[in-house]
Structure formats: structure tokens, C-alpha cells
């Protein structure tokens, strides 16, 4: 069974930063390209960034590129978001998610398969 667990959201204030981990397990984890994707309350889902586990190639959306970065650890099967220099638009509820599709990579959230719960970042000014 694929799954995917997020953790790492909280409070934290303006200029702030965090680290957001997605545990994933069920799955060739090396295999798979893994997304972040945020959800403002009122706003549609807006994909963040994305990591190839096969090739390591990363995107970033314009919002956050310099920055917020991805990782990937496969010795712990996880996908790492760092957050830096927050801001109070950042706020959302962040959901990893995954899909086995090579060659094409996208943020539009159709593209991926499976999806964790999500974890909420609030950001205070």
C-alpha cells in the first residue's frame, strides 16, 4: 500500500523557517517523483516544487523559488521542503505527493497518483 505522511508544519513567524518532511513507503521510492503542493483556505491548490528520485532534478513555482528547497533521502525514503525566509502568504495546508510517471514533469496536481494528508504552516506577521 502506497503512503505518504507528512509532519514538520507549525506556527512560526514572518522571516521564519521550516522544514516540512513527506515519509513514503509502499512504493520503489527511486522510482517516483515526488511534488509539494500548498492549499490556502478560499484558494485552489498550487503546486510548489517537485523532486525526480530517478535523476535528481528539482522545480521550484515563481512563489517560492530562492526560497524554499526539496530534497530526497533514500535511505529514509523521504522528501524533504525547506522554508526559508517565510513569508504570511506561505500559510497553507502543504500535501506531498507522488507519481511513477517518467520523462514529463509537471506541478499541476493531476499529474500525481498518490497523496499524503497534509500538514499546516501559518505563517504570522
Known amino acids: 500500500e502506497v503512503r505518504l505522511v507528512e509532519s514538520g508544519g507549525r506556527p512560526v513567524q514572518a522571516g521564519g523557517s521550516l522544514r516540512l518532511s513527506c515519509a513514503a513507503t509502499?512504493?520503489?521510492?527511486?522510482?517516483?517523483?515526488i511534488a509539494w503542493f500548498r492549499q490556502a483556505p478560499g484558494k485552489e491548490r498550487e503546486g510548489v516544487s517537485w523532486?525526480?528520485?530517478?535523476?535528481?532534478?528539482?522545480m521550484y513555482a515563481d512563489s517560492v523559488k530562492g526560497r524554499f528547497t526539496t530534497s530526497s533521502d533514500s535511505a529514509e525514503n523521504t522528501v524533504y521542503l525547506q522554508m526559508n525566509s517565510l513569508k504570511p502568504e506561505d500559510t497553507a495546508v502543504y500535501s506531498c505527493?507522488?507519481?511513477?510517471?517518467?520523462?514529463?514533469?509537471?506541478?499541476?496536481?493531476?499529474?500525481?497518483?498518490?497523496w499524503g494528508q497534509g500538514t499546516q504552516v501559518t505563517v504570522s506577521s
Open positions: 505527493a507522488a507519481t511513477p510517471k517518467q520523462g514529463l514533469y509537471s506541478l499541476s496536481e493531476d499529474w500525481y497518483d498518490y
Open positions: 509502499g512504493f520503489n521510492f527511486g522510482h517516483y517523483t
Open positions: 523532486i525526480s528520485n530517478s535523476d535528481g532534478s528539482t
